[in-house]
T-cell receptor
Framework: GAVVSQHPSWVICKSGTSVKIECRSL??????MFWYRQFPKQSLMLMAT?????????EQGVEKDKFLINHASLTLSTLTVTSAHPEDSSFYIC???????????????FGPGTRLTVL | QQPVQSPQAVILREGEDAVINCSSS?????VHWYRQKHGEAPVFLMILLKGGEQKGHDKISASFNEKKQQSSLYLTASQLSYSGTYFCALTSGGNDMRFGAGTRLTVKP
């Protein structure tokens, strides 16, 4: 299957700082990337969908000025949590969808996730 | 709209079977099933497309009834490695997926 990487795996930061998380599709071109957030013992909640070269589409209730998403190339999307606060602490997971060899139609390939802790 | 999964949790002995259900109030195009271990990202199990698909791999299979807008995941002769939280995720034709709340499966020796 296709491989999606995320960097960093975890990050601890102070309240008020900004954190950038990278999501890369390593062996295929991801026309669409998705960002999810998962709080402990809860399901994945879709935050935004981004297509390469265009602005991200945010889900209702997700502040686009706080969670900046950039999908500059077919293999890279970034999520920047601006002015992070303790309530932003969560597990952030990206996924990528595109023309991946061997992938099922419309399959999303998930990255390993980034655990953000804001002190 | 988030799909509804049931049961919320299930505990099995090794070798027992389990069924996890997923339903939606919206017309569905595809159903995806994932398993997530604690602290890890979800791992793709299978996708079923509209058209009444049934699929299986090893001892895990799934069905998709688009008329009833529901899907079921069948785990046969469960193994310890099956433990985890199972999520269904649904699409209604677009690219975005909506995840269910998850079913926590525990397999004991």
């Amino acid at each position: 299957g296709a491989v999606v990487s995320q960097h960093p795996s975890w990050v601890i930061c102070k309240s008020g700082t900004s954190v950038k998380i990278e999501c890369r599709s390593l062996d295929f071109q991801a026309t669409t990337m998705f960002w999810y957030r998962q709080f402990p013992k809860q399901s994945l909640m879709l935050m935004a969908t981004s297509n390469e070269g265009s602005k991200a589409t945010y889900e209702q209730g997700v502040e686009k000025d706080k969670f900046l998403i950039n999908h500059a190339s077919l293999t890279l999307s970034t999520l920047t949590v601006t002015s992070a606060h303790p309530e932003d602490s969560s597990f952030y997971i990206c996924s990528a969808s595109g023309l991946a060899g061997g992938g099922a139609y419309n399959e999303q390939f998930f990255g390993p996730g980034t655990r953000l802790t804001v002190l | 709209q988030q799909p509804v999964q049931s049961p919320q949790a299930v505990i099995l002995r090794e070798g027992e079977d389990a069924v996890i259900n997923c339903s939606s109030s919206k017309a569905l195009y595809s159903v995806h099933w994932y398993r997530q271990k604690h602290g890890e990202a979800p791992v793709f199990l299978m996708i079923l497309l509209k058209g009444g698909e049934q699929k299986g791999h090893d001892k895990i299979s799934a069905s998709f009834n688009e008329k009833k807008q529901q899907s079921s995941l069948y785990l046969t002769a469960s193994q310890l490695s099956y433990s985890g939280t199972y999520f269904c995720a649904l699409t209604s034709g677009g690219n975005d997926m909506r995840f269910g709340a998850g079913t926590r499966l525990t397999v004991k020796p």
